[in-house]
């Protein structure tokens, strides 16, 4: 079976012109104007290298080095009060300069603050894991390699989470398909009947807008009803809308389509 490949330049020439939609920036403060963060950044900047420090809506960013991130959480964890690891993941910047930027959202109860920590890594290069200072990445670093096949080095358990073991490609790259590829279109079944099912069952159909109202085993489109397993000849009336089966509903009228009003009003 073809396995897929990532096209080219697909950010220049997406199917969908709003899935690499970037939203115009919002207004960024120094972050030497907060008390609280310009503090937190003295401490960080005197032992680490900071490449840029910023406010923005609210919270301070700050991007550091890849290889100085277990020393800035471990400090920001002993030392600031930044004591929970909220969330990390990867942004996917590979069509633009081939890189993943890592971030990770810091929490600090007693502050009331929070800092996200940010650093970029070539397509390829594996991130160091921070699991042993703050539990909740495992799960966390485990979906980033499902998800965009970045590895973290000394994880205790680096296989896949969402996705099972043996899928191939990584669903939250951009260049993946947003219905799956070839190979998922023939998973389930290759898995659980064979290849030699194909041709009987078909490929697996990922489109979630896809409607066939000829489908009458799965779905039956509203206005074109037909009982289940009916065989479909393409010329069948359209009937009328029916949102009850004959006898109703106790205690509740059956909608009549021709007795309905549209209320134009939103006051009313």
């Known amino acids: 079976m073809r396995a897929y490949k990532p096209k080219d330049n697909v950010q220049a020439k997406a199917y969908y012109t709003d899935r690499f939609y970037v939203s115009p920036q919002v207004p960024r403060q120094d972050a030497a104007s907060d008390e609280v963060f310009a503090k937190d950044l003295e401490a960080i900047s005197s032992k680490f290298t900071v490449n840029d420090s910023y406010i923005e809506v609210g919270q301070m960013v700050i991007y550091i080095n890849a290889s100085d991130i277990y020393g800035v959480l471990e400090l920001m964890r002993d030392e600031l009060t930044y004591t929970q690891l909220t969330e990390m993941s990867a942004i996917d910047w590979i069509a633009k300069d081939n890189t993943f930027e890592i971030f990770y959202q810091m929490l600090s109860m007693t502050k009331r603050k929070r800092i996200r920590i940010k650093y970029s890594i070539r397509n390829g290069q594996a ?59 023939w998973y389930e079944v290759d898995k659980i009947y064979g290849k030699e099912a194909r041709e009987i069952i078909g490929p697996e159909l990922r489109d979630t807008a896809r409607i066939d109202r000829y489908d009458s085993e799965r779905f039956a489109l509203l206005g074109h009803e037909v009982p289940k397993g009916t065989k479909i000849t393409g010329n069948e009336p359209k009937t009328e809308k029916a949102y009850q089966e004959e006898g109703g509903v106790f205690l509740i009228k059956k909608y009549d389509k021709d007795e309905s009003t549209i209320v134009d009003d939103p006051q009313r």
């Not at 965009?148 to 896949?160: D, L, Q, S, Y």
């Not at 790259?173 to 070839?182: A, N």
């Open 127 to 185: 991130v160091d894991s921070v699991e042993k200072l703050f539990r909740s990445a495992d799960w966390s670093e485990r979906e980033m390699f499902d998800m965009f096949g970045i590895e973290a080095n000394n994880h205790p358990f680096m296989k896949r989470i969402l996705m099972p073991y043996d899928w191939q490609g990584n669903p939250l790259l951009k260049t993946y398909p947003l219905i799956g590829d070839e190979f998922a279109a």
